[in-house]
């Protein structure tokens, strides 16, 4: 007889994490993620420039068990470390192929949407957004950003959808530019910030990207102030003040695109390590249960997956 059926709402690194602890503990885990690829926050799009992180570019590591677990993943060829900044860290060739690696074992349903939840007798049940009914599952991990959670718990767990609306997240719009023509500029990126512009970046053209490309990161203020804008009003408003603070004139991209993060960062105020309804096998996961970055997503994954398998009696793997 297979085992209970658990199932994860989110396929970020939480998400991840969460069902390869499960797994590896030999549990029946399934998967349900509304885009059509992995990651999340760790997503990367595919354009004329190749291969764009749309969030982290990079993470830092200063937990032992996430750094033991990083040194597996850099054995595989998964992650690389920076030679800049050995705390640094990056998926290789960009962060979503880390996200597909791990994930390779799980049972993953992409582009399906998890609108609505219910609990009965026989365990929870998933309703998606075509109408479908999936479950019942004796366990459920939800795994995505905070507001989310808030909405899709508040009819059926409201003493954690509460706990999940205290966390404000920020949002962050990211401009991708490409250029043929390699701009030249001879600044220290690290150091170039305005009120609209929180970080660039600039990747050379190679065999991975045919266009010089840069990364534009908007300040979560101008972001909020922005956030309901066209598209392309934050192309050529955001282009703008690149070239501002690059002290160039504005340069004519080749291929551009713009992307919203309506949930970057944020977390609780207090970190915590249970947000869970115990009685009924639910639990609550994601970077913002502790401080809102990939070490938390990994780390909060990972405790809800052994709490998770604590209150059933099981070990991990
Ligand atoms: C622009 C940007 C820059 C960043 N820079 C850094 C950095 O430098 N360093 C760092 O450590 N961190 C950084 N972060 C934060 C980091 O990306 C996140 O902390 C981490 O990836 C969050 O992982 P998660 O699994 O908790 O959530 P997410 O990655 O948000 O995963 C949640 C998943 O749930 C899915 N989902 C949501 N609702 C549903 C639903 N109803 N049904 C099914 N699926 C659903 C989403 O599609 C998503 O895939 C950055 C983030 C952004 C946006």
Redesign the pocket.
Known sequence: MSSPKIAI????????TAARTLVAAGQNVQL????RG??????SKRSEMGRIN???????CDDADFLTELQLWQQQGWVTQSTHQQSQWTGIPYMSALTRHLLAQIDTHFA????ALSYDSKGWLLHDQHAQTHGPFCQLIV???AP?AAT?LKHCALALAEQAACVSMQP?W?LALGFKQPLTVTKNLAQLRSSSIAEITCTPPSSEHPLQTWRI?ASAQWSTLHLEDQHQHIIAALSKDFAAVLEIESPVADSVFAHR?R???GALPVPTTLLADLQRGLYL????CIC??????WQ??QRAALQLLSAAGQQPG
């Open positions: 709402i989110g396929a970020g690194m939480a998400g991840i349900f993620e509304k885009s992995s990651g999340g926050r760790l997503a749309l969030g982290a570019q990079a993470f830092t399906c949407e998890i609108q795994a995505i950003p989310q899709l962050a990211i990161r993060w949930y970057a960062i996961t994601g970077d913002w809102g970055d990939v070490q938390s997503a909060s994954g």
